[in-house]
């Protein structure tokens, strides 16, 4: 099975801070997806990308940077978070159609 | 644009009786429809998938018929068990899309 790795798994930063999430895949699939799941909305895709250096733009980007520097590796960046975006975050990785998530980032902007 | 809702947000049943967690989507596209199981702390895993429509897939008990003339991608299972405590997630691959959309989940409590 494919594997998603992220970190950190638990976060707290304070409102106006800077925050990187990192996740890595070890199955040289080309896409990897950012989403963030709160109750009441599901999984909501932030950005994506197919390849190193390439970055696609989700249903909900707005606060939010990501960076694809190699196939392994995806960072999500907030570089001034909000309370609003205290959520859990799902790295995941796929290939032919089939998505493999990490165990996801709990975060929490204070 | 393409969309998936699931009308439930919480299912209370208990054991032993039978389940069916409801999904329909829009699109203009062929779709693929999946059903993901996120279990407490977990990652959101893949429990059953198609994309052939009148055809019932079946995965650990679970299962799903696409209906492409209404839309649906329901979930059914005769007889829930207590570890079938969960959310469930619908989700829709539109066309050659390259990724999923999904619906807001919904938790299936199973009691004793």
């Known amino acids: 099975e494919a594997a998603v790795t992220q970190s950190p798994r638990n976060k707290v930063t304070v409102t106006g801070g800077n925050v990187t999430l990192s996740c890595r895949q070890t199955?040289?699939?080309?896409?990897m997806y950012w989403y963030r799941q709160d109750t009441g909305h599901g999984l909501r895709l932030i950005h994506y990308?197919?390849?190193?250096?390439?970055?696609q733009i989700g249903d909900v980007p707005d606060g939010y940077k990501a960076t694809r520097t190699t196939q392994e590796d995806f960072f999500l960046l907030l570089e001034l978070a909000s309370p609003s975006q205290t959520s859990l975050y799902f790295c995941?990785?796929?290939?032919?159609?089939?998505?493999?998530f990490g165990k996801g980032t709990r975060l929490t902007v204070v | 644009g393409d969309s998936v809702t699931q009308t439930e947000g919480l299912v209370t049943l208990t054991k032993g009786l039978p389940v069916m967690l409801n999904c329909t989507y829009q699109?203009?596209?062929?779709?693929?429809l999946f059903w993901y199981v996120q279990h407490l702390n977990e990652a959101p895993k893949l429990l059953l998938k198609?994309?052939?429509?009148?055809k019932r897939t079946e995965h650990q008990g679970f299962y799903a018929t696409l209906h492409k003339s209404s839309s649906s991608f329901h979930l059914q299972k005769s007889s829930v068990q207590l570890s079938d405590s969960a959310l469930y997630f619908c989700?829709?691959?539109?066309?050659?899309?390259?990724?999923?959309?999904f619906g807001t989940g919904t938790k299936l409590q199973v009691v004793p």
């Open positions: 699109t203009t596209y062929s779709p693929f």
């Open positions: 990308s197919y390849g190193a250096g390439n970055l």
């Open positions: 989700a829709l691959r539109a066309n050659s899309g390259t990724y999923q959309r």
């Open positions: 199955n040289s699939h080309n896409y």
């Open positions: 198609s994309s052939t429509d009148n």
């Open positions: 995941a990785s796929s290939e032919r159609g089939l998505v493999f």
